[in-house]
């Protein structure tokens, strides 16, 4: 961090704190409680819980065991959720999970969760998200085949570009977005629920009786229920993304764990009672077939208003990829600020205080990704390795409060939660690499191909003594380095002409200063 913080006060670029008395340029706290909330449930909630919730039941083998998984995979999250509150106010940056990774662990680490997220994850999960809008969205317009694929791409695209751009334009407009499909999912979903509470109220519960709900499709195996979990737990995917905008919270101490106790339970209500708003309507059988449950049950109980439902996903999914668009970019901003990135992404615009580098970079990433096929395929290699980072950054907690048992932490959970939520990560960790090995080794594989990068464009720049006996190499290295990083300046002096933007005002990331850049 201490030489990352160098390069920052040794970059040419204006200053930004003024001694006329003019505001710094800084990331304005303007995300209050509620927004907050929109960007914790409108990342979770994106187009499973409409599209797929059959993955679940399939390996379940009972309504009734499905409803208890996605009931205790909520509490899961929910403790998980509870666990990145502590660290989310005792190392209070934006950046998540690769900022705590980073601190506790140390740069490697932390650039090696960087390196997984920028490669593959982000690009990947919008890519997805956006060409789920655009199916759902041209579906009313081709109801009896599917859109064409350049169609649906060239929707995708225009997606991401106006999203991009209402977040290089202000964040407020960004939250409100949030807020509106947020609340228009969540609408959704009081709708289906709403029927499947009428439903049950004219006698359609066959499937929730006690008999008839634990009745097994199939045998059961645990193999397939500790899938089941798995599944349940991607469903909740998005609760941690708050972490990534904590810089930008109003009182962050105070509203980043409202949000969260908030949020986590308002998703876990909604996904079980969706669930049971499906069976009310149709048969377990009946729900597997289905590509698009929530379809399917618009088209059993609405009628002639049955295409509320596709537009319901495809808002459901446009609020996603605001969402994702919003707090990657926070991601790839607090690693370029940490001399994991090129410094171009570390900077904002010195009037809209928005990040669009980093914003251009995830929506460009993005772009690149809906040209390629295998988009799926990358998302099933690098799952394992998100979620492997998830119980690394759990584990940390435990590992900081036996480092510094004394630093302030303005929240502070029993070591319980941690534990019970390690021993969950582990069971799921272990049948994953048993039942697909070759997945989970490629995804590792990917990951440690940022351990070179790592080597050579981050700790190569402090110059390490080990290289001074090798006077060759070093100096091959030194000058490769050098003219790399004369390259990297002057686009990044081109960069900040181009896009008006300047390094935060030092000391303002997040709250404190780094105490290894003070020494």
Same mark, same amino acid.
């Given at each position: 961090m201490s030489s990352s913080g160098a390069r920052r006060r040794a970059a040419s670029v204006?200053?930004?704190?003024t001694d006329d008395g003019e505001p710094a340029v800084t990331l304005k706290k303007e995300i209050g409680l509620l927004s907050a909330c929109g960007i914790i449930v409108g990342n979770i909630i994106g187009s499973g819980i409409f599209v797929s919730p059959k993955g679940v039941l399939e390996n379940c083998s009972s309504v009734g065991l499905a409803l208890i998984v996605w009931t205790l995979t909520g509490v899961i999250t929910a403790i998980s959720a509870l666990c990145y509150a502590e660290l989310g106010v005792t190392i209070p940056k934006s950046g998540g999970d690769y900022?705590?990774?980073?601190?506790? !662990?140390?740069?490697?680490?932390g650039f090696l969760r960087l390196w997984?997220?920028?490669l593959v994850i982000y690009p990947t999960n919008q890519a997805v998200i956006a060409l789920t809008f655009a199916n759902y969205a041209l579906q009313p317009l081709f109801p009896s085949c599917f859109p064409p694929e350049r169609t649906l791409g060239l929707l995708a695209a225009v997606c991401l570009l106006l999203l991009t751009w209402i977040n290089c334009f202000s964040v407020r407009w960004a939250m409100r977005v949030q807020d509106v499909f947020t609340t228009g999912k969540l609408l959704a979903l009081c709708l289906i629920i709403i029927m499947g509470v009428v439903q049950i109220c004219k006698g359609h519960f066959y499937w929730l009786e006690p008999e008839n709900a634990f009745h097994p499709l199939q045998p059961y195996d645990m193999g397939h229920i500790a899938l089941a979990f798995l599944q349940g737990s991607f469903a909740y995917a998005g609760w941690n993304f708050l972490n990534y905008v904590t810089e930008e919270l109003i009182d962050p101490y105070r509203n980043?764990?409202?949000?969260? !106790?908030?949020?986590?339970?308002?998703?876990t209500f909604i996904y079980v009672f969706a669930n049971i708003a499906y069976v009310t309507a149709m048969s377990p059988q009946e729900l597997m077939a289905s590509n698009a449950v929530a379809v399917t049950f618009g088209e059993k109980l609405l009628g002639v208003m049955s295409w509320i439902m596709p537009v319901s996903v495809a808002l459901s999914t446009f609020g996603g990829v605001n969402g994702s668009l919003f707090t990657s970019s926070r991601l790839f901003f607090a690693g370029a600020r940490e001399g994991h990135l090129p410094r171009l992404l570390a900077m904002i615009h010195v009037n809209r205080c928005t990040p669009i580098p980093a914003l251009l970079f995830t929506c460009i990433s993005t772009l690149l990704m809906l040209c390629t096929s295998d988009i799926y395929t990358l998302i099933n290699y690098v799952g394992f390795i998100n979620y492997l980072f998830y119980g690394v950054t759990v584990a940390g907690q435990i590992v900081l409060r036996i480092k510094e048992p004394d630093m302030h932490r303005p929240i502070k959970v029993s070591l319980v939660w941690p534990v019970i939520f390690l021993i969950f990560w582990a069971f799921l960790l272990i049948f994953s690499l048993y039942s697909e090995p070759v997945v989970c080794c490629i995804g590792l594989a990917i990951m440690l191909s940022g351990v070179p990068v790592y080597l050579f464009g981050v700790y190569w720049g402090n110059k390490p003594k080990s290289f001074n006996s090798f006077v060759g190499l070093q100096r091959l290295l030194r000058t490769l380095h050098l003219?790399?990083?004369v390259y990297i300046a002057k686009l990044t002096h081109l960069g900040q002409k181009l896009f008006m933007v300047v390094y935060p005002a030092e000391g303002s990331e997040d709250g404190?200063?780094?105490e290894d850049e003070a020494g």
């Open positions: 204006p200053d930004t704190d900022s705590y990774v980073k601190d506790i !662990f140390g740069g490697l680490a997984i997220a920028v980043l764990p409202r949000a969260i !106790f908030i949020s986590i339970p308002l998703v003219l790399l990083s404190n200063e780094d």
